[in-house]
């Protein structure tokens, strides 16, 4: 399965630092995307990465790519009670749709 | 104007039974999608739909039907609802396959 897997599945953290999430995957892809989703909503997607990039950035958002070890990592700095959500990866790989990961359930703490 | 949208939000009904769920996006986007949701959070691809052409997870029972009107809507329909069918079920959309996605609210059934 191409199925990519988010880790930690979960990760509780004070506000104002940072979270880091880190996604494996299994076989080549076009790009990767990142999504949050908020309890009871439907999916947002944050950024997109493609495959001959390393890192991206969006505001608070960075997003590094390795090709070479298939992960990718999004680091949210400086956090807020707000970024409260799960967050997915999802892979590109040509086969029409995106595959996503399992999910890091994130807590920010006021 | 919101981009996707799914009606119902909330649709409970008994085993047996045959529902289904419409999906509506005006973003002028080429390809649709449906997942499941789970209530382990994992999100499960089962159906996209590109330029008429319909790509099936191979792995969704054939009760479940994908029905495309026109590119603007792609519904989902159930025949002979089971228990296990209980689950959030997202439409998206996208310009084309490899491009980010915008997701509808979800339609959370329930089958008693």
Same mark, same amino acid.
């Given at each position: 399965s191409q199925q990519g897997e988010e880790d930690p599945q979960a990760l509780s953290i004070q506000e104002g630092e940072n979270a880091t999430m880190n996604c494996s995957y299994k076989t080549s892809i076009n790009n990767l995307q990142w999504y949050r989703q908020n309890s009871g909503r439907g999916l947002v997607h944050l950024i997109l990465i493609r495959s001959n990039e390393r890192e991206k950035h969006s505001g608070r958002l960075r997003v590094t790519l390795d090709t070479s070890k298939k992960s990718s990592s999004l680091l949210i700095t400086a956090?807020? !009670? !707000?970024?409260t959500a799960s967050y997915f990866c999802a892979t590109e790989t040509g086969a029409n749709n995106l595959f996503f990961g399992t999910g890091t359930r994130l807590t920010v703490i006021p | 104007d919101t981009a996707v949208s799914q009606t119902p939000k909330y649709l409970v009904t008994q085993m047996g039974n045959d529902k289904s769920i419409k999906c509506e996006q005006n973003?002028?986007?080429d390809t649709m999608y449906w997942y499941k949701q789970d209530s382990k959070k994992f999100l499960k691809i089962m159906f996209s739909y590109n330029n008429k052409e319909l790509i099936i997870n191979e792995t969704v029972p054939n009760r479940f039907s994908p029905k495309s009107p026109d590119k603007a809507h792609l519904n989902l329909h159930i025949n002979s609802l089971e228990l296990g069918d209980s689950a959030v079920y997202f439409c998206a959309s996208s310009q084309d396959p490899t491009a980010e996605q915008y997701f509808g609210p979800g339609t959370r059934l329930t089958v008693t």
């Open positions: 956090s807020r !009670a !707000a970024d | 973003l002028g986007h």
